[in-house]
């Protein structure tokens, strides 16, 4: 199938702002799927609500818009019930990370053979720019108007400590890295997570006072560096920097794979007497 077979051009056009990033994200993500040669039979989206949450409902593949950061429990059971079917959790900053931030690392602990895909736009687009748990701190947004006091998460940081086995950085500047990293993170047996930075010009950029969605993608150009650089840089080399590359990558059962070793175990003749 071709890219163009995966969009419900029915629900065009999208309701994201001009020069908002998600539709590039999707793109990446139609890419990779495109280049493993999946169906839409093989493919389930699963979202939470928000901008980056929208993205499914352009697609053909069967796909559920379910809660604010309720995606991932969600996903889990459909997984559980189609092992065979590849599940992609499409959700944001906000969604993953505040509200749905407890589902997100008790998924990583159980290695559930999920893909996440965390639309970073660092703050909630869809409710007027909030800021969220990947807001940059002294960034502005409706209610740090003086600049954010909060610390951020370092998602890789967080994921790799609860156990995910495929984490990685992209940015919607770095196109061809994101396809890759997606479409690894597919493959991959295990909850992979890829986070991918983008550019919400209308309230984090219009705040920050980053005036073109073109200005902001040139951030990322200039502020983000690849993970075998930033091994050579220092602390304050690294200060307002993101990295990006692939942070983990290990093969470790998963929990479909032990799932069904249990169920074996279950159903032997031995235990059932
Ligand atoms: C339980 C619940 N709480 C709050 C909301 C309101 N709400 C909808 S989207 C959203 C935040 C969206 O931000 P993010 O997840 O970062 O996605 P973005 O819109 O930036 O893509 C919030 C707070 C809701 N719909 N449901
Ligand atoms: S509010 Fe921001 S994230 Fe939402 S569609 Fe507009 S530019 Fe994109």
């Not at 629900?11 to 020069?19: A, N, Q, S, V």
Request: hydrophobic content about 35%; charged content about 25%; overall charge neutral.
């Amino acid at each position: 199938m071709e890219i163009n077979d995966y969009i419900r051009k029915e629900r065009l056009p999208f309701i994201w702002c001009p020069g908002c990033g998600n539709g590039t994200i999707l793109k990446a993500i139609l890419t990779a799927i495109e280049d493993l040669d999946y169906s839409n039979d093989d493919v389930i989206l699963v979202s939470g609500i928000g901008c980056s949450s929208r993205a499914p409902m352009y697609t053909t593949f069967d796909n559920v818009h379910s809660l604010h950061g309720r995606a991932i429990p969600l996903a889990t059971a459909i997984k559980l019930a189609r092992p065979s079917k590849k599940v992609i959790v499409i959700t944001g900053d906000g969604d993953s990370l505040a509200i749905g931030g407890n589902h997100l690392i008790h998924a990583a602990r159980r290695n559930v053979d999920l893909t996440v895909i965390i639309f970073n736009n660092s703050i909630y687009g869809m409710t007027g720019g909030q800021i969220s748990p990947l807001t940059p701190l002294n960034k502005k947004g409706t209610t740090a108007q003086f600049g954010n006091i909060e610390n951020t998460f370092d998602t890789m940081k967080l994921l790799d400590g609860a156990g995910a086995t495929y984490i990685a950085r992209s940015g919607t500047y770095f196109f061809p890295q994101t396809v890759k990293y997606i479409k690894a993170g597919i493959i991959h047996e295990g909850f992979s997570v890829i986070e991918v930075v983008t550019q919400c010009p209308v309230y984090y950029g219009r705040f920050n006072k980053e005036k073109s969605p073109g200005e902001m993608l040139l951030w990322q150009k200039e502020n983000m560096v690849s993970f075998d650089k930033a091994k050579n840089l220092t602390e304050d080399e690294l200060l307002n920097k993101r990295i990006f590359g692939e942070f983990v990558n290990i093969e470790k059962e998963s929990f479909i794979q032990k799932r069904s070793k249990l169920i074996e175990r279950v159903m032997s003749d031995e235990n059932r007497g």
